[in-house]
């Protein structure tokens, strides 16, 4: 199967920049889509920006021009810039990959998600 790690989430001010990293593990010949997601208190999760192998970005639009969304193929790891932070921006962070196993499976994998939370 496939582990995910993620790392990078703490606290920061409004304004301020954080970098999260997503490095997946395992059984893995290959990793297609890579994504990152966010659950907000009391919402549901949502997309936040996903990246394909060769390296084409989609943003959800409340974060378009913050964040950037990046990968590393020789490392199987993503990671997510988040700069000019809003408290708006505050929820847990989930990253999500789309790989395909030694053994020919595909499978979507997520990881155990890392606490962003941003002050006013």
């Known amino acids: 199967q496939v582990q995910l790690v993620e790392s990078g989430g703490g606290l920061v001010q409004a304004g301020g920049s954080l970098r999260l990293s997503c490095a997946a593990s395992?059984?893995?010949?290959?990793?297609?889509?890579m994504a990152w997601y966010r659950q907000a208190p009391g919402k549901q999760r949502e997309l936040v920006a996903t990246?394909?192998?060769?390296?084409?970005?989609k943003y959800a639009d409340s974060v378009k021009g913050r964040f950037t969304i990046s990968r590393d193929n020789a490392k199987n790891t993503v990671y997510l810039q988040m700069n000019s932070l809003k408290p708006e921006d505050r929820a847990v962070y989930y990253c999500?990959?789309?790989?395909?196993?030694?053994?020919?499976?595909?499978?979507?994998?997520w990881g155990q998600g890392t606490q962003v939370t941003v002050s006013s």
């Open positions: 999500n990959v789309s790989s395909i196993l030694v053994d020919m499976r595909r499978v979507t994998s």
């Open positions: 395992g059984s893995i010949r290959s990793i297609n889509a």
């Open positions: 990246i394909t192998w060769g390296g084409s970005t």
